[in-house]
């Protein structure tokens, strides 16, 4: 169930994924890359390498997102010298979306970025996820520590193995006595067939339903958010 509501996120807004212009600064589209992963799905990246003595950054954005979310970071790093790694995710952009629910697994997923590590011979560099992002910067953590030194985790704080244990409908029951409404109820929606097109008819009401203006933070301490 999990896996089909993750999948249909990534479906619903893989049409928005059409084509994004070849320069857009800061990045320089020579750098721009595509890597057929182990298991055949082609990443598509932007790789700057590290000046000498500079470590190299890697950002996983989240959803609704794409590389292009980290504009002002690699702007920043860049001038400064820092390598950057930084992919469209699986069913994003430029990088595959595939079909199958079970090939988004996070455990998958974080294989296809030490993929594109070992293929920039980045054997050490400093992780950074951005919401969904944190989740696969989280296990990469697990799973490949020796692989990073630090790791940032933005808007989403590390997301411990057993976050999404409990099944999404106790979930959304337990953030509604917490919260006072349904935490993930919106994944019934995106799991609807047809909901990409209405989001594509909706962008403008849609992005602003994800980015409001009046969001109201309550500590929700059951999954440590505060
Ligand atoms: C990626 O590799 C797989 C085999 O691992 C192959 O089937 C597939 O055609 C390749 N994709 C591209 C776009 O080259
Ligand atoms: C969630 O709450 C609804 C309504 O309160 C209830 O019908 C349903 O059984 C609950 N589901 C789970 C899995 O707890």
Request: proline residues 13%.
């Given at each position: 169930m999990l896996l089909k509501v993750f999948a249909a996120l990534s479906f619903a807004l893989a049409s928005l994924a059409t084509s994004l212009p070849a320069?857009?600064?800061?990045?320089?589209?020579?750098l721009f890359k595509d890597l057929n992963v182990t298991r055949g799905l082609v990443y598509h990246y932007y790789a700057s390498p590290a000046n000498a003595g500079k470590p190299t950054l890697v950002f996983l954005h989240g959803f609704?997102?794409?590389?292009?979310?980290?504009r002002h970071q690699v702007s920043f790093f860049q001038d400064k010298g820092y390598g950057l790694i930084v992919p469209d995710m699986?069913?994003?952009?430029?990088t595959a979306k595939p079909?199958?629910?079970?090939?988004?697994a996070s455990s998958l997923i974080s294989k296809d970025i030490i993929d594109i590590l070992d293929a920039e011979g980045v054997q050490q560099s400093i992780l950074i996820g951005h919401d969904w992002g944190a989740k696969i910067a989280s296990r990469l953590a697990n799973?490949?520590?020796?692989?990073?030194s630090s790791y940032a985790f933005l808007a989403?704080?590390?997301?411990?193995?057993?976050?999404?244990?409990?099944?999404y409908q106790e979930q959304n029951n337990a953030s509604r006595a917490v919260?006072?409404?349904?935490?993930?109820?919106?994944w019934d929606f995106f799991s609807t067939e047809g909901a990409d097109q209405i989001i594509l008819d909706n962008l403008d009401s849609f992005f602003d339903i994800f980015v409001p203006k009046d969001t109201v933070q309550r500590p929700c301490t059951s999954w440590g958010i505060e």
């Open positions: 320069d857009l600064p800061p990045f320089k589209s020579s609704p997102s794409t590389f292009y979310d980290w699986l069913g994003y952009v430029g079909l199958d629910p079970e090939a988004y799973y490949f520590p020796q692989y990073f989403v704080g590390y997301v411990a193995p057993d976050t999404f244990a409990l099944p919260l006072g409404y349904e935490d993930f109820g919106y």
